[in-house]
């Protein structure tokens, strides 16, 4: 079951297919979501709206994944906010890469609902 205080949702993610499919799943779930394209709008946006939750893409443009994840857990105003990352690489060494830099959870892509509730569930 997802938490039920979780009610709002960033999504930093450069391809538009996947910030779509992403938010409609979130949606879906009843979640408010606000959605960027880099690590770098991930960080100034989650400072500003303090969402619940952020869902970040490992490889973007515009600032990577792990770099917008560090930047967010080294800052007093967003340390608090639980971190899910997402990527096609399924290495387990991006994941211990995700875990060691603070993200609550790692998902591969393409993920489906179920993938999502457990993330979730790990927050």
């Known amino acids: 079951m997802l938490d ?30 606000t959605a960027v394209n880099s690590g770098n709008e991930a960080v100034t946006t989650a400072e500003s709206i303090q969402p619940d939750v952020i869902f970040l893409d490992v490889i973007m443009e515009d600032g990577d994944g792990y770099h917008a994840c560090r930047t ?4 007093d105003a ?7 990352m997402a990527s096609s690489k399924s290495n387990p060494v991006d994941k211990m890469w995700a875990e060691k830099l603070g993200a609550s959870a790692y998902v591969t892509k393409p993920f489906t609902e179920d993938d999502l509730t457990k993330a979730f569930e790990t927050i």
Do not use: E, M, Y
Not at 25 to 33: A, C, D, K
Not at 72 to 75: D, Y
Not at 78 to 84: A, E, L, N, R, S
């Open 72 to 75: 967010l857990k080294r800052n």
């Open 78 to 84: 967003t340390v608090h906010i639980p971190v899910i």
């Open 4 to 33: 039920p205080s979780i009610k709002n949702i960033l999504i930093a993610d450069d391809s538009a297919t996947d910030r779509t499919h992403l938010s409609l799943l979130l949606q879906g779930f009843g979640f408010n979501v």
